[in-house]
């Protein structure tokens, strides 16, 4: 694929300029200001350094995607990573995938997810079976039936503070819309989840679903809940192009404060260690 494909707004002169200050973060930041923000690693190869070293700490961030562009692999590697390499316990809140099945899923990049369980370094907590009616046999879940998200999130909070929790993940908002029970209540719930990672400094990732490029003014809204991008102090997009070529899946860092970040459509690689972002000068040269 041609650069072009990925740039065809953005001038060549800011993209090598861009990328030159990304090659020197020391020269883009002053001593002041990284003296200020706390960054978790993303734990994600290459996108570090387009985030003047990860995400900033004790927030919230969307990833947002259509399906199948990683979002569930992006934000298990943000726990993972940071649980084996910094031994920063990590909680992931599932409302779409069983617990098994991610096991079974990211295990494929050779990630054993049950011992970091065991050694209290990842929970993995299950919120698929509320609407099922049927009781999960998992060690961390929601109840069964009519619950509640605001009852749901004081539990997952519960474990959250008994493990130490840095790092946590939410997969996903349109799933958790179907447990839920009404729009309002999904509001609500987000608003609490933003407040609550910042009270308790967990920097936390919730994955999305919006479609920039619809056609369809709805789909293109960065939250179906009118609040999402509101309460993220980040906002990072996945895409997927759908074509046979190799660099054919991007991400892009739609906003992050507090960061001086890369601000281009980056190809991204999903390999047999997890996802690998790289610069266009990477790629394309
Ligand atoms: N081992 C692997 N090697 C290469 N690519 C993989 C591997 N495992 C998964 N993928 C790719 O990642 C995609 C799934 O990623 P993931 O489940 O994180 O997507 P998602 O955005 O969470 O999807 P959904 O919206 O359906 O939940 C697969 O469709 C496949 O294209
Ligand atoms: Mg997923």
Not at 77 to 87: N, R
Not at 107 to 112: L, M, N
Request: contains cysteine; aromatic residues 8%; proline residues 3%.
């Amino acid at each position: 694929m041609a650069r072009e494909d990925y740039y065809p707004a953005s001038s060549r002169l800011l993209r090598r300029l861009q990328s030159t200050m990304l090659k020197t973060p020391d020269r883009l930041i002053s001593v002041g200001e990284m003296a200020e923000i706390q960054r978790a690693s993303t734990g994600v190869t290459g996108l570090d350094g387009m985030l003047e070293g990860g995400y900033p700490r004790g927030r919230t961030i969307l990833i947002s995607g259509a399906c199948g562009t990683g979002k569930t692999i992006f934000c298990m590697q943000f726990l993972y990573k940071g649980a084996l390499m910094h031994k920063e316990p990590g909680l992931f809140l599932t409302f779409d995938e069983a617990p098994n099945k991610i096991r079974e899923d990211l295990g494929r990049f050779g990630w054993d997810l049950r011992k970091l369980e065991e050694q209290g370094l990842l929970a993995i907590f299950d919120a698929t079976s509320i609407k099922a009616g049927v009781a999960s046999d998992e060690k961390h879940a929601a109840g069964v039936g009519a619950v509640d998200l605001e009852k749901l999130f004081t539990d997952v909070m519960k474990t959250a503070r008994e493990m130490g929790v840095k790092r946590m993940a939410i997969d996903s908002i349109p799933a958790m819309a179907v447990q839920a029970g009404s729009p309002s209540e999904v509001r609500r719930a987000i608003l609490k989840i933003a407040y609550l990672a910042t009270h308790h400094e967990l920097t936390t990732l919730i994955t999305t679903e919006i479609d920039e490029q619809s056609a369809s003014a709805e789909a293109r809204k960065f939250s179906h809940y009118g609040i999402e991008e509101y309460v993220s102090d980040g906002v990072i997009v996945l895409n997927f192009l759908g074509s046979e070529k190799e660099a054919s899946r991007t991400l892009y860092i739609r906003k992050m404060r507090a960061t001086k970040h890369n601000v281009e459509i980056n190809p991204v690689f999903i390999t047999d260690q997890g996802i690998v972002v790289k610069s266009v000068e990477e790629v394309f040269g």
